[in-house]
């Protein structure tokens, strides 16, 4: 089945040690997010990929980045996590505009 | 700027009663709507899909509106059940590739 599948799942990082977090697409869509969600919190876009295009938000903090090698991957780097990085991190895919955005199951990061 | 509120924060309710989830948004210039599933620790499930231009949408149990005019969405949920147990997000897309989440109603059915 087509799907967006993230990896790990779980990952526990120290605190100012990087972090990659993955994301794959098997749906050959054009546009990649990633969302950062606290707890108990609405999830909030970091940055975005249009085919090759990045797309920063404007108030992401500069330690995260971004990678998309392919259509079908692309990687969340955290340079160097804070506590306050600890969160859940969506990505999802989508063609455009408009049509359904399509989230993979979330990594959870935990920064001790 | 969007903005998207969503009451109540939780709601707690018995097995087969019907609800009301609501969203409301600040910028009625809005692509379309979307409410979401999230278990607890997963990732979003999609439910509905409004356009700007749809007054409602229908699922099974589940019926969204909207009425873009005054900024607002209902998520009803017929005979709810256990299973229907989960926050419930809203989103709005205003065409920017962004979607404005609300922070969610968690919901809690009781047997």
């Known amino acids: 089945d087509a799907m967006v599948i993230q990896n790990p799942r779980y990952q526990v990082t120290q605190f100012g040690k990087p972090v990659t977090l993955s994301c794959s697409q098997t749906?050959?869509?054009?546009?990649m997010y990633w969302y950062q969600q606290k707890s108990s919190q609405a999830p909030k876009l970091l940055f975005h990929y249009y085919d090759k295009d990045f797309n920063n938000e404007a108030d992401t903090p500069d330690n995260f980045q971004s990678r998309r090698p392919n259509t079908s991957f692309c990687f969340l780097d955290i340079r160097s996590p804070g506590l306050g990085d600890t969160a859940m991190y969506l990505c999802?895919?989508?063609?455009?505009?408009?049509?359904?955005?399509?989230f993979g199951q979330g990594t959870r990061l935990t920064v001790v | 700027k969007q903005e998207v509120t969503q009451i109540p924060a939780a709601l707690s309710v018995p097995e087969g009663e019907n609800l009301v989830l609501n969203c409301s948004f600040t910028?009625?210039?809005?692509?379309?709507l979307q409410w979401f599933r999230q278990d607890p620790g997963k990732g979003l499930t999609s439910l509905l899909l409004i356009q700007s231009s749809q007054r409602e949408q229908t699922s099974g149990r589940l019926n969204a509106s909207l009425d873009k005019s005054s900024g607002r969405s209902t998520l009803y949920i017929a005979a709810s059940q256990p299973g229907d147990s989960a926050t419930y997000l809203c989103?709005?897309?205003?065409?920017?590739?962004?979607?404005?989440f609300g922070k969610g109603t968690k919901l809690s059915v009781i047997p």
């Open positions: 989103a709005v897309n205003t065409g920017s590739y962004q979607l404005t």
């Open positions: 910028d009625s210039a809005i692509y379309n």
């Open positions: 999802a895919t989508s063609f455009s505009p408009g049509p359904k955005a399509l």
């Open positions: 749906l050959n869509h054009n546009v």
